[in-house]
């Protein structure tokens, strides 16, 4: 069950107002493109299941990766699961969106098939990490990006060894990794909304708000 308390930040837009942080208008007729971005550990994969569950208006965006599939994880829903030469021959003739390698494994969002879907009026959802939305933030200034943010470093770290789906040499590399993507977000300013994600069920809260302000923006 969804509870509620979080805190709520806007870095290039304020929240109510809205004013679009720099942002191209979007057509109304077109498909939005919203990018959640954050560090493992943050709880993105859970909140962006949760607003695909109940947006009707939102599709996933399904990325390739070359990582083995997880238990429960199922071909074409979750990932298109392919070989690292596959990835790199994609990588190659610029089949990707964004791509980005993580601790080893290649991860690609397919250029093609989000442009189809945005074409079509859909709304579609990216969940990737930080590199990936620096590449699509050059691409696609006009989508919408919102950044999810951990409590503190500590309650990261907490996290992190909660999940127990990673050796303690992994966590500790994801950790250091996250403390330096939260710098640089900090630094580049890359979102036009940040999100500190206290509880689960009010950063779901906020995420579902920001979506139906930007999409009153267009007249939808």
Not at 70 to 97: C, Q, V
Not at 172 to 185: F, G, H, I, P
Request: glycine share 8%.
């Amino acid at each position: 069950m969804l509870s509620k308390r979080a805190a709520f930040t806007k870095s290039a837009a304020s929240f109510g107002g809205l004013s679009r942080g720099g942002r191209p208008a979007t057509r109304a007729s077109a498909g939005r493109l919203f990018v959640i971005s954050a560090s493992s550990g943050t709880g993105k994969t859970t909140l962006a299941n949760e607003l695909l569950k109940e947006d009707s208006r939102l599709v996933r965006s399904v990325s390739c990766t070359t990582r083995p599939p997880r238990a429960g994880e199922t071909e074409g829903e979750h990932y298109y699961f392919i070989s690292k030469n596959e990835f790199l021959e994609k990588k190659k003739k610029r089949e990707f969106l964004e791509w980005a390698n993580v601790f080893g494994r290649y991860y690609g969002t397919p250029k093609q098939k989000v442009e189809s879907l945005l074409r079509q009026g859909k709304d579609v959802l990216l969940v990737i990490d930080v590199q990936g939305a620096k590449q699509v933030k050059k691409t696609r200034p006009d989508a919408v990006f919102i950044f999810l943010a951990p409590p503190s470093k500590e309650e990261l770290k907490r996290r992190l060894e909660k999940r127990g789906t990673e050796s303690r040499e992994e966590i500790n590399r994801r950790y250091r990794v996250a403390t330096k993507e939260l710098q640089e977000l900090n630094d580049l300013k890359l979102c036009d909304y940040r999100i500190v994600n206290r509880d689960i069920g009010t950063c779901y809260q906020a995420l579902k708000a920001i979506l139906e302000a930007e999409r009153g923006r267009d007249g939808r």
